[in-house]
């Protein structure tokens, strides 16, 4: 059986007429293809090529096989386009879904890196809630789902993406703003805006609150962090949000406060288990989880 590098040996010489033209083309030593060409002859128990005006032709018995080289060849070529496009990403589409805490900030660094990695690929991402995901994975709208919480589902799989932990963002004018910490109290002596105790975020907080027995009392509840943000650039009050949402806000918009005590919460991706993943779904988790775990480093140094 003829290999790869054996059918590239024979076509180089083909095409060039002489080893040494062969050897230009392959970019090797003439000597290797001299060797390749006498082994294959050997191999085969017949003469590929004769001398003919000072170059090497194709032996009549070799004229079929010299044929067959050829469709071979061409197949090769264009497996190797595909090859190449697939490469870049051309001719896919990656789908998948992200809450909106990650989808804010961290799904476009993440998308960045992937198409610096595959330009021509397409992406269409979803921006979903939490009781949305089951839904979009079990309809296959989506290869998965950026998560911030994980549930019980006989047919989802949950797979740890990252850890954060939440802060207190303030107006830069607020008192809070110059804090190197913020408690619980303090907080809670402040208008409240945000998150709903039901959000996996605000049960944290709300946890917290119940533990030093003070009221999470919500003077507006707004369920985005954009949302959430621009009520705390008019300096309606604090919120306490995830370091993700609040990674590339300038510190002159809004102050960026750590809370006292542990607020640390886990992420997730949710995907389906009876589907395997795509390598360019793969590649993006491994993308975000990694922009992620470099926020929450940085985050934690606040």
Do not use: W
Request: charged residues 25%; proline residues 5%; glycine residues 6%.
């Amino acid at each position: 059986m003829l290999t790869l590098r054996q059918i590239e040996v024979v076509r180089a010489v083909m095409v060039a007429g002489s080893i040494a033209g062969a050897a230009r083309l392959l970019n090797v030593a003439q000597p290797g293809v001299s060797r390749s060409m006498k082994h294959l002859e050997d191999l085969l128990g017949i003469k590929l090529f004769i001398r003919k005006g000072g170059r090497y032709v194709p032996s009549p018995e070799a004229v079929h096989v010299f044929e067959q080289l050829q469709e071979v060849h061409k197949k090769i070529e264009d497996l190797q386009f595909t090859i190449r496009q697939l490469e870049r990403g051309r001719g896919v589409e990656l789908s998948f879904g992200s809450v909106p805490s990650i989808a804010n900030v961290m799904v476009p660094r993440a998308i960045a890196a992937i198409k610096r990695r595959y330009p021509d690929i397409r992406i269409d991402i979803d921006i979903l809630k939490i009781e949305d995901a089951i839904d979009y994975l079990m309809l296959g709208r989506g290869e998965f789902v950026a998560m911030s919480y994980r549930f019980d589902h006989p047919s989802i799989l949950f797979e740890p993406l990252a850890r954060g932990h939440l802060v207190v963002i303030v107006a830069p004018n607020h008192p809070l703003a110059a804090r190197e910490v913020v408690t619980p109290a303090e907080i809670a002596s402040c208008p409240l805006i945000g998150i709903d105790p039901n959000d996996p975020y605000g049960g944290i907080m709300a946890s917290i609150f119940a533990r030093e027995d003070l009221d999470y009392d919500i003077a507006i509840r707004a369920r985005f962090g954009t949302t959430v943000l621009a009520l705390i650039k008019e300096d309606l009050g604090v919120a306490v949000v995830d370091t993700f949402t609040v990674a590339d806000i300038a510190r002159s918009d809004i102050a960026v406060v750590p809370i006292a005590g542990p607020t640390e919460f886990q992420t997730y991706i949710a995907r389906r288990s009876d589907v395997a993943l795509s390598s360019f779904a793969e590649t993006l988790i491994d993308k975000l989880r990694h922009i992620m775990e470099e926020t929450t480093a940085r985050g934690a140094k606040l």
